[in-house]
């Protein structure tokens, strides 16, 4: 009788199910747990420790899926839209744990989109994903901000307004990192996801994944067939880590390579776009040029390496204030005073 073979592990010796939580509650096959199952790989892959991740979320279907992965990690399912403010301080608090903040169209788009904008202007360290599918679904369906005019209800009503387009929005406000890609596509999410952790500072991700109770059916446009039909992927990206020897066959003149912080290298092979994600203008243009055309732009679309942190932009301490007493805190006698002062007119 053979014996039987044990499970493969990682880096720290842990089995991918260690990186699991709890079982999920979401509808069969709703796209969001394809997201839950690629963040659970990219974590093994890289050999995260669960216990140095902060998991936020705000309200909605999307908000609740931090419960179905990192069950060793630290979290706050927190108020309606307020996310990011609660995902910033607590890496101000303590920077030197990883922040996931996972959303959704109407989290962020509608009632969060402030929180969202002035997040993004103040670039901190956070990973954050937004689970965009075009509707409501804890409030059985309605239309969402990114609901396309064109794209009708299950009941065949259509929007009143334009959609908003979260990428377009992101490269406005001066994101350092924005991509997008489809929950149904691991082979291009996870080398994405792993590039956002290992970047510092704000990574954007806007996945596109289908409702299959209230929005994926025929004519919309955040269904599993449009994505599939319209869908445009520019380059397969490939994520390597520092510890690991780059071995990648390519055309001569068809590889985009960039190094993120840790050194760790994000390479991409084009496949049908001359588009450099560091240019801000290509990034902007290629976004609209595909939207114009009815498609749907994935990759890693906009990357900027060299803009700061929010811990590095303030002049933080490398050592995270929950280390810290009350005395390295407070001001010594006068300099508070004196900053005072420098206000008054």
Sequence with gaps: MSEEKAPAVNSLGLTKTEYKAGASTMCKGCGHDRISEAIIQA???????????????????????????????MGLNSTHGRMPSFATGAHLANSSMMPIGVSGDGDSASIGMGQLVHMIRRNPK?????????????????????????????????????????????LELGAPFVARSFSGDKKQLVPILKA???????????????????????????SYTHQKE???????????APREQIDIEYEEGHLQEVTLHDGSKLVLRKLNEDHNPAEIESATNLLHETR???????????????????????GMTREPLVDQVQGDLRPVNGVLQKMNDSFRI
């Design 43 to 73: 974590c093994y892959d890289l050999g995260v420790d669960g216990r140095n991740v902060l998991k936020m979320s705000g309200i909605g279907c999307s908000s609740k899926t931090p419960a179905y992965f990192l069950g060793q990690s």
């Design 292 to 314: 114009s055309r009815g498609e749907i732009l994935t990759g890693l679309i906009h990357v900027d390496v060299d803009q700061p942190s929010l811990v590095e932009a303030t």
């Design 126 to 170: 956070i990973v954050y994903i937004i689970e965009n599918n075009g509707v409501y679904g804890l409030t059985k369906g309605q239309f969402s901000a990114t609901a396309d005019r064109k794209s009708p209800s299950k009941r065949g009503k259509f929007p009143r307004e334009d959609s908003i387009d979260l990428c377009g929005l992101a």
């Design 196 to 222: 956002a952790f290992a970047f510092d500072g704000l990574a954007f991700i806007d996945v596109i994944s289908p409702c299959v109770t209230f929005n994926n059916h025929e004519g919309s446009t955040k």
């Design 230 to 240: 319209h869908g445009v992927s520019y380059h397969d990206p490939y994520f390597v």
